[in-house]
Nanobody, 125 residues
């Protein structure tokens, strides 16, 4: 059974940094993509970033490009989202998700099969 567990959220001032973790378990994730999504109050869930488990080019939403960095650590079966230069508009519940891919990187929430419970990120102005 696939399990994704996020951690690392919290309250930070604008301009600060946080690192989110997504610990994955329950299967071998070779061939899978791990994505990060976020949902702000009153808004739709939106794509943030994604990476193939085996590596390759990471993908970012324009709104976080050059501020956020996605990476993975095989030894810990964990994907990280390093978030720098945080803005109040980054406030949201951040969730990681996983799906098997065979072509282009999925960037829509409904393309992902497995989800974590989410972690709250609040950026104060």
């Amino acid at each position: 059974q696939v399990q994704l567990v996020e951690s690392g959220g919290g309250l930070v001032q604008a301009g600060g940094s946080l690192r989110l973790s997504c610990a994955a378990s329950g299967r071998t994730f070779s061939g899978y993509a791990i994505g990060w999504f976020r949902r702000a109050p009153g808004k739709e869930r939106e794509f943030v970033s994604a990476i193939r488990w085996t590596g390759g080019i990471p993908y970012y939403a324009d709104s976080v490009n050059r501020r956020f960095t996605i990476s993975r650590e095989y030894a810990k079966n964990t994907v990280y989202l390093q978030m720098n230069s945080l803005k109040p508009e980054d406030t949201a519940v951040y969730s990681c998700a996983a799906t098997y891919i065979s072509g282009t990187m999925p960037r829509k929430a409904n393309e992902y099969d497995y989800w974590g419970q989410g972690t709250q990120v609040t950026v104060s102005s």
